[in-house]
């Protein structure tokens, strides 16, 4: 677990010095942190709604109406 936290913090004193360095790797990172926390947020999205899908009930208004 330490190391996973060291990791964490050598880690982010990269990615800042990285990103100091030049405006152009500024936005590359942040345009790169954009499209995987969108990817995640839409992925969580689609899990929640499979699962409140999974648990709520069906309700249905009775039988289906014949033509």
């Known amino acids: 677990m330490v190391d996973l936290i060291g990791n964490v913090t050598t880690m982010i004193t ?34 929640l709604g499979a699962v409140v899908d999974l648990v709520t009930p069906e309700v249905s208004e009775g ?3 014949q033509a």
């Not at 990285?18 to 590359?28: G, V």
């Not at 942040?30 to 969580?44: P, R, Y």
């Open 14 to 47: 990269e990615f800042t010095n990285i990103a100091l360095s030049d405006p152009l790797s500024a936005i590359l990172i942040l345009f790169g942190s954009l499209f995987v926390g969108g990817s995640v947020l839409a992925f969580t999205y689609l899990t």
């Open 63 to 65: 039988p289906a109406r």
